[in-house]
């Protein structure tokens, strides 16, 4: 076997992925199936004497055992937390951070107590408080945490097993950790110290940028910028990883040896630089991917060796998805990994064959020119190279996570990236001199230098961002099938003899049958109205997706589920809201409805109360075109027009509910506390039946089918229910979404790792 490292690396990796995506209950099945695919392997003497197929049976074997045995020990022991309320007694392990006027804590916990049984375990929670805490790391805190029902992969993979919030933060118990803490604690201080002196030199918007892109912070950075950096294809600028590493390590190398002039006491010296900065900016799987291929490769050229890039890559991953199997979902490591995959396997090639095939200018006579020409060529190409390559190799992690493409990220990566390098450059020199005493008045053309650089690269995120076509959405239920598909035939030419037109057929069916099936769901989806009702915890958000317009009928639920909202939105091609109806100003039906208006230009808005709402909406005037108030005080029923439709909104002290007709199709939703005898008679049979909290005599309600918004706790109020054939819950982890077609046929089905 060639490149034993690399094998075992990239398959645990895949492997692992696999166990993360499908879960646990699937990971024995799994493990079952490589067993038995081992054995294959060594039955065959023709596979055994390979190798690689042996091992790479063994290595997802023990990929599939291990994520087993760590959601058995770590995440299985708190699921029993999940939805409910506990006492905790833990250590704040990471710096605080802001978000949306919410204050986030990541804690080691200590103990647990529910019911009056403690229980001692050794994992990470992360809880949020309206106000903030006076608290530094590694103090302990004891508290009551209110933990969300769920937990996201993403959080998982950073060792996260509890979300939740702090219900009275002012009650919390904070002890102060002073003498005992560790060397950690001196590294986030160091990147605390970092961070304020960047916004203590730099303008906010600028400040933000230069934190994310140095120590990896980007909960400064605003939604627009992440939006724009997204949609340009530049997010990995602010996500610390190989290319920050390599630049500084490189520019720290050439320093230290030219100061020194001692080769072997440089190296060592950027090894150790490499550690406190892997350190300092917290351990991130994509850190630690880059950290541990550099000291590899640091130490190869320390030995006077050669590194295997493919090797390094594989033995680095593998590092850390033994540590934690659920990192294999992180989207920073798969997409630092695949990027630097590609650049390894077609970087060079690329480059190489777009200078054979181009014809360089001629300047015969003069060599200066001549010369010149050359550099700037092969710097050209060999930027295309890297960009073309890490771009090609992360579209499949990018539609499968994101389901979208950026249309022009080469072109994006290729205008950034020669400002990358004099930006870090800019950023340590501005560092340097601040903390100098006799230099400290350089740090002023430095600052200058680094806000226009990071201007520069918003400015060209945001330039590209708004291009035509920046953004191809993928999200169609088909892609995953897609992917699959392209896995398997890749997987057949490359067990194919004749390597000729191998990637020109793999390339060529890939790009016709993703065309094909984009058109062909577009043609079927034409003129549906669909009704999305979304998974969003003990609240109901109900929109009306037409035409890539929304109109929102209600959005309420847990506030961290707006990030699930949006995504959703977004992925549906929604690029603005038609309507906003605002009745209660309960969270169940409007907890992040400021958010949605922040984010979307909306056409109308109508609210009930305008004492009750014009407070929040008069700063958001801008975005909206239309703002109408109704007072259901003084009549309680009221009608609005909406493009061909009408939607009757019907509240009062015991009644929350509003009727809808799309096409001759009612919809009735009825939220907080409704009785359900005092609605209009009328509005007692439909077609669907949309309900959250408490209804009075729902048995009145006679509706084709039934949609049932809350959480698993509140099943109770739903039991006089369980008899009827056509029930849709989405407190079962999926959106319910209703499909309208002209024909005035329906279609009601469930939707959760994808959406169409």
């Not at 579209?395 to 930006?423: D, E, K």
């Not at 605002?582 to 969270?587: H, I, P």
């Not at 949309?690 to 809350?710: H, M, P, R, T």
């Not at 989405?730 to 319910?736: L, R």
Request: net charge positive.
């Amino acid at each position: 076997m060639k490149r034993p490292s690399a094998v075992i690396g990239f398959v645990y990796l895949a492997a692992s992925a696999v166990a993360v995506f499908l879960g646990k209950e699937y990971s024995l099945v799994l493990a079952g199936i490589f067993l038995l695919g081992f054995a294959v392997t060594m039955k065959s003497r023709r596979l055994r004497s390979q190798k690689a197929f042996p091992a790479a049976m063994l290595t997802a074997l023990a990929a599939m055992l291990a994520f087993s045995c760590y959601t058995a020990l770590f995440v299985t022991p708190t699921e029993s937390f999940l939805d409910k309320s506990a006492m905790v007694k833990a250590e704040l392990c990471e710096l605080p951070y802001t978000q949306y006027d919410r204050y986030y804590y990541e804690l080691r916990v200590k103990e647990l107590e529910m019911n009056h049984k403690v229980l001692s375990i050794d994992t990470k929670i992360l809880v949020y408080s309206q106000k903030p805490l006076e608290i530094e790391p590694f103090d302990t805190i004891e508290a009551v945490v209110s933990f969300d029902r769920t937990v996201n992969s993403y959080r998982l993979g950073k060792g996260i097993t509890l979300t939740g919030h702090l219900p009275q933060p002012e009650k919390a118990v904070i002890t102060s950790g002073e003498g005992h803490r560790p060397l950690f604690y001196y590294a986030l201080q160091i990147r605390k110290g970092l961070s304020d002196t960047i916004h203590g030199l730099l303008p906010e918007k600028q400040a933000a940028f230069v934190s994310g892109f140095l120590l990896g912070e980007k909960n400064g950075i605003s939604e627009e910028v992440r939006n724009d950096l997204q949609a340009a294809g530049l997010s990995h600028i602010i996500v610390v990883s190989g290319l920050h590493l390599s630049i500084l390590t490189g520019i720290f190398y050439s320093v230290v040896l030219r100061l020194l002039r001692h080769r072997t006491t440089a190296l060592l010296l950027t090894m150790l630089l490499v550690l406190s900065y892997m350190t300092v900016t917290g351990f991130s799987p994509s850190v630690i991917r880059a950290g541990i291929m550099q000291l590899i490769y640091l130490a190869a050229v320390l030995m006077t060796e050669s590194s295997d890039s493919l090797n390094s890559l594989g033995f680095s991953v593998w590092v850390i998805i033994v540590l934690n199997p659920y990192a294999a979902a992180d989207i920073s490591l798969l997409l630092s990994f695949s990027a630097t995959l590609g650049i390894i396997f077609g970087a060079q090639k690329i480059a190489k064959y777009s200078q054979e095939h181009t014809t360089p200018l001629a300047f015969s006579g003069y060599p200066l020119k001549e010369k010149i020409s050359h550099s700037v060529r092969k710097n050209f190409f060999g930027l295309l190279g890297v960009s073309l390559s890490a771009y090609v190799f992360t579209i499949p992690v990018t539609v499968l996570y994101f389901h979208r493409l950026s249309v022009y990220s080469v072109l994006s990566n290729m205008a950034s990236a020669p400002v990358i390098m004099p930006l870090m450059t800019a950023v340590v020199l501005m560092l340097l001199f601040h903390f100098s005493v006799i230099l400290s008045f350089l740090a002023v053309p430095c600052c200058a230098v680094v806000s226009f650089l990071s201007d520069y690269i918003t400015g060209a995120a945001a330039q590209t961002a708004h291009f035509p076509f920046a953004v191809l959405s993928l999200s169609y239920r088909f892609v995953p099938w897609w992917a699959v598909g392209m896995i398997i035939l890749s997987a057949v030419l490359f067990l194919c003899r004749g390597k000729k037109y191998r990637v020109r057929i793999l390339v060529f069916t890939g790009i016709f049958s993703l065309t094909a099936g984009v058109i062909l769901t577009e043609i079927h989806n034409y003129n549906s109205i669909r009704i999305a009702v979304l998974d969003t915890g003990s609240g109901a958000s109900i929109f009306v997706l037409e035409n890539n317009k929304a109109a929102v009928l209600s959005c309420g639920g847990d506030y961290s589920a707006y990030y699930s909202v949006k995504k959703y939105l977004s992925d549906t091609q929604i690029q603005s809201l038609s309507l906003m109806l605002l009745t209660s100003r309960k969270g169940e039906s409007s907890a992040y409805a400021e958010r949605l208006l922040q984010d979307f230009e909306t056409e109308t808005v109508l609210a009930c109360g305008k004492t009750r709402w014009e407070k929040m909406l008069q700063p958001l005037q801008e975005r909206i075109e239309i703002c109408m108030y109704a007072d259901t005080r003084k009549n309680p029923m009221q009608r609005l027009q909406y493009d061909d439709k009408t939607i009757t909104v019907y509240e009062t002290s015991k009644c929350h509910a509003f009727l809808t007709e799309l096409h001759g199709y009612r919809i009735l939703f009825c939220q907080s506390e409704t009785d359900a005898a005092l609605l209009p008679d009328d509005w007692k049979n439909g077609d669907l039946l949309i309900l959250n909290g408490f209804i009075d005599n729902k048995q009145e309600l006679n509706y084709s089918a039934v949609i049932i918004a809350d959480i698993p706790m509140n099943r109770v109020r739903y039991l006089s229910l369980s008899d009827h054939e056509n029930i849709y819950r989405t407190y079962e982890g999926q959106h319910i979404v209703v499909r309208l077609y002209p024909d005035n046929q329906t279609q009601i089905r469930r939707e959760s790792l994808w959406v169409s």
